[in-house]
């Protein structure tokens, strides 16, 4: 009846697991009585749940992605305290608890944190930035959200009935196969894996489509905004690596469920074609993750520097050869593994050169900021970090992909490597957008006071939790070690501790702002939208914006749109006629399919094959509900399209004095005026 | 990219336009879509390559495999792609009875492959040569499976816009998943086509 759930389950065995649990447990438990206090489940349902509005569904996945956040960051200082204490003895958590949390964090901050952010920031930015109305699949829109939140909801639940699989974020057979890996915990990594990277090819194919075919007229590729540019080659990585990892985690799946042979150590499985596999998908994930970041960074050094991009056709081109470079390289991971010296010596020679691209970026972000009038805003000090830090990453980067050197692979060398690249490179340029972008959003800006606070406390952290690591590899300490006897290296890893509470006060630090500006969001409201004197399209809508974007398409000539209206001094005039809009209805088809999603994957991961039949009919129905049902449309009627825009821009004049005063104040403290 | 491709906002939309914009990007999503779906394949048949000799000691290829069964699977296929395109002719002349028939026809060719198929799948593994008797089997069963399961998908797709066309006749948005159905019809025989000369041929030749 229950498959192999059982009692046994829940986590009596250890007071650490169950005290993880009970948070887990009360923290939705207060999330719900909240909502139900507040009378607001009707409205969350109604405004946010059900919507198809792709500011709506970004805000939601922005939302996920800081929430999982905190709990990837928990599971790290768990494992920095365990590592800073652990020196000749066993430290304060077992071994298998140890790995399972190694797991948690990568998979948890890799498919639950990076992803969410960086599509929640395509959501809310790039039908704004390409003058479109609203996505080309507003639907499978919901439905992408769904399933990265129904696998982020596998995880966490993970933690509360069994356990999250041991076997690293990559989950490397044979280990991860049934013979040594035999509990439930390898099928919440494939099952998580499965629904949410579904959800990412179809975010891939939405966001294709909607750049491809909902640009506003006048916009050709060339006068596309860099961060759509950065979305547009993302979506191309999501549809062809994506594939490689389902295939990867299902041929698991289908040794461990069925007994077969893909991946096992005897009768003709092949334990490297997992590898390839995974690889394949993994390489590019990277830059799936660090290219929409990049985009961020343009943006971000454009708008402060008050400049155009210097070498927008060449930042273009860099953005474009990365992904075709990526899928040259992912033998690099793996250079250790036993392939032939020419196959290695291939890979070795191909992957420094993704440098080259990526030195370009660089380089053109320095020379718009070279004789720009620099504004050390938020994002900027984001940005700035960035360009030092990563360029650190970058060369350890190169340093890995020298094949002979590779007696550093599985070191904490390459553990500092990849931190170098994820945080400064895509956290920060997340974070960066989250800043830049939040007043887009939701129509106030976050205060820049904590903001500040916020990048010095993450960036000291990075550097004193990751130089020791770097140092620590070169002093051979393999990674992922629960415990060691080697008294060198505990005074590393003491640093290293503090470096990861630096980070947790800027965590804390980003929290507090939130708070303090949804206080203080009457003193920091931005009706005009365009709080930084922005450059591209999303800023010449309201913020936050009407759900049709613009009552009027806009008409495109070049780069910098928004800013060549505003020279020109066509921003603020206004449409003489109005038109009816035609917006999708909101649809609940998209949470339940979530839903069924999750009954599924919980069903299958614990052998309940009747739930999993009832899951998988669920989401059966819930996609034949839609579609087989001809669009469901709604018009707005130009009359209130009318009275929105006129509400928009009588509070515009008030506020742009205002603003502009504020904005002297606050952005540009050192800048004589 | 020319100007003309460029389409978005005269301002004004209706109904109607605005359908059949975003029906014309439903066949570009499909068509982007379907590349995915090949890459999943390409990765299947390279991992097939990959254990084509993993057979652990047991039976391979040129022992399992029939040809007359094969070619009988192909031959069904091939004649449904054929009437699939005949039903793409009745839908664009708007003629509902006459889809009905052809779409009816092709789902009898696909029911039949897919029943080739499971039949040969009980067959061996009654004879103990199933999935997991090796790495060769494995790829095997999956690579083939999965081509299998989506043939099924489509077949279920078949019965329910079959259901649709009779109840609701040929409105362009029925034609429009028609359409997209058929591009898949189509992918899956050309995968098919790829299993018949990678997989079977060279052992059964």
Not at chain 1, 446 to 471: D, N, Q
Not at chain 1, 499 to 505: D, P, V
Request: hydrophobic content about 55%.
């Amino acid at each position: 009846m229950l498959g192999k759930l059982t009692i046994d389950a829940l986590p009596f065995y250890s007071g650490i697991v169950m005290g993880g649990a009970l948070i887990t447990v009360f923290g939705a438990l207060a999330v719900v009585a909240l909502i139900t206090w507040l009378r607001q489940w009707r409205y969350l349902w109604t405004e946010w749940l059900t919507s198809l509005d792709h500011k709506k569904i970004g805000i939601m996945y922005v939302t996920l992605a800081l929430i999982m956040l905190v709990r990837g960051f928990i599971d790290a200082m768990m494992m920095r305290i365990q590592q800073a204490v652990a020196l000749d003895s066993h430290g304060y958590l077992s071994a298998d608890h140890f790995h399972q949390i190694y797991t948690s964090h990568a998979t948890i901050m890799v498919f639950f944190v990076a992803m969410p952010f960086l599509v929640g920031l395509f959501n809310v930015v790039v039908p704004q930035q390409i003058g479109a109305r609203r996505m080309a699949f507003p639907f499978m829109n919901s439905v992408s959200l769904w399933l990265t939140g129904s696998g982020a909801a596998l995880v966490l639940i993970s933690l509360v009935i069994g356990k999250f699989s041991a076997a690293g974020w990559s989950a490397y057979p044979p280990y991860s196969e049934a013979a040594f890996s035999p509990g439930v915990g390898v099928d919440y990594w494939i099952w998580a894996i499965l629904v949410s990277g579904v959800g990412s090819m179809l975010i891939g194919i939405n966001f294709l489509v909607t750049i491809v075919k909902r640009r506003a007229p006048g916009m050709r590729l060339m006068m596309m905004p860099l961060f759509t540019w950065a979305a547009l080659c993302t979506s191309i990585l999501m549809l062809f690596a994506f594939p490689a990892l389902i295939v990867a985690a299902a041929l698991l799946g289908l040794d461990r469920y069925f007994g077969m042979h893909f991946f096992t150590n005897g009768d003709g499985g092949n334990i490297m074609n997992y590898i390839n596999l995974f690889w394949m998908w993994g390489h590019p994930e990277i830059y799936i993750l660090l290219l929409p970041a990049f985009g961020v960074y343009s943006e971000v050094v454009a708008t402060f520097s008050g400049k155009q991009l210097f070498g927008y056709e060449s930042l273009v081109y860099a953005t474009a050869a990365i992904p075709v470079l990526l899928f040259g390289v992912w033998l690099h991971h793996f250079f250790t593994m036993g392939a032939s010296p020419d196959v290695n010596a291939f890979f070795g020679r191909i992957a420094p050169l993704v440098a080259v691209p990526t030195g370009v970026t660089i380089f053109d972000w320095l020379f718009t900021m070279y004789r720009g009038r620099v504004q050390y805003s938020v994002p900027m000090l984001f940005t700035l970090g960035f360009i030092v830090t990563f360029i650190i990453g970058g060369m350890t980067g190169v340093l890995l992909a020298v094949a002979p050197v590779a007696v550093m692979h599985n070191t904490t060398f390459l553990v500092a490597h990849f931190h170098n690249m994820m945080i400064p490179g895509a956290l920060f340029g997340y974070l960066a957008g989250y800043q830049y972008w939040f007043p887009k959003a939701s129509g106030f800006r976050l205060a820049e006071h904590w903001g500040r606070w916020a990048f010095w406390a993450l960036i000291v952290g990075f550097y004193l939790a990751f130089v020791p690591l770097y140092i620590l590899g070169f002093m051979g300490m393999p990674q992922r070690v629960e415990r060691y006897y080697v008294a060198d290296w505990q005074p590393y890893l003491i640093v290293a501790e503090f470096g990861a509470l630096f980070i947790l006060c800027g965590i804390s630090f980003l929290a507090i702002q939130l708070v303090v500006s949804i206080r203080d969001r009457a003193a920091l409201a931005v009706s005009t939208g365009d709080p930084w004197n922005g450059r591209t399209l999303e800023w010449a809508t309201a913020s936050p914006p009407a759900v049709y974007n613009f009552a009027v398409a806009p008409h495109v000539h070049g780069i910098d749109a928004w800013w060549a209206m505003k020279q020109a001094g066509r921003s603020g005039n206004r449409a003489i006629r109005f038109h009816d809009m035609i917006m999708p209805d909101n649809s609940s088809a998209g949470v339940v399919l979530g839903a069924m999603s999750f009954v599924f994957g919980f069903a299958m991961v614990w052998q309940i094959w009747w739930l999993a039949a009832v899951g998988g009919l669920g989401i059966f129905a819930a996609m034949l509900s839609q579609t087989l049902r001809d669009p469901a449309v709604h018009r707005i009627p130009a009359s209130e399209v009318e009275a929105i825009e006129n509400r928009r821009s009588s509070a515009t004049e008030v506020e742009a004095i205002e603003n502009r005063r504020i904005q002297v104040h606050t952005l540009a403290p050192g800048v004589p005026t | 990219m020319s100007d003309a491709a460029i389409t978005v906002g005269r301002g004004k939309d209706t109904e109607a336009e605005e359908a059949q914009r975003a029906i014309g990007e439903k066949a570009y999503g499909f068509w982007i879509y379907l590349m995915s779906d090949a890459i999943i394949f390409a990765l299947l048949f390279a991992t097939f390559a990959v254990m084509s000799h993993n057979t652990a000691d047991g039976l391979g290829g040129h022992t399992l495999f029939r040809l007359p069964h094969t070619i009988a699977q192909t031959m069904l296929l091939l004649a449904s792609s054929a009437t699939f395109g005949f039903a793409s002719i009745a839908i664009a002349a708007g003629q509902c009875r006459r889809t009905l028939a052809w779409l009816s026809a092709t789902f009898l060719l696909g029911l039949g492959f897919v029943a080739m198929e499971i039949s040969e799948f009980y067959g061996m593994v009654a004879a103990g040569t199933g999935p997991s008797r090796s790495g060769f089997l494995s790829a095997f069963f999956t690579l083939v499976a999965t081509h299998g399961t989506q043939v099924s998908v489509g077949l279920v797709g078949i019965v329910l816009l079959g259901c649709e066309v009779a109840l609701r006749g040929l409105n362009p948005y029925v034609a429009s998943r028609l359409y997209r159905l058929g591009l898949f019809w189509y992918f899956l025989v050309m995968v098919w086509i790829g299993i018949f000369s990678v997989v079977y041929l060279p052992r059964i030749l």
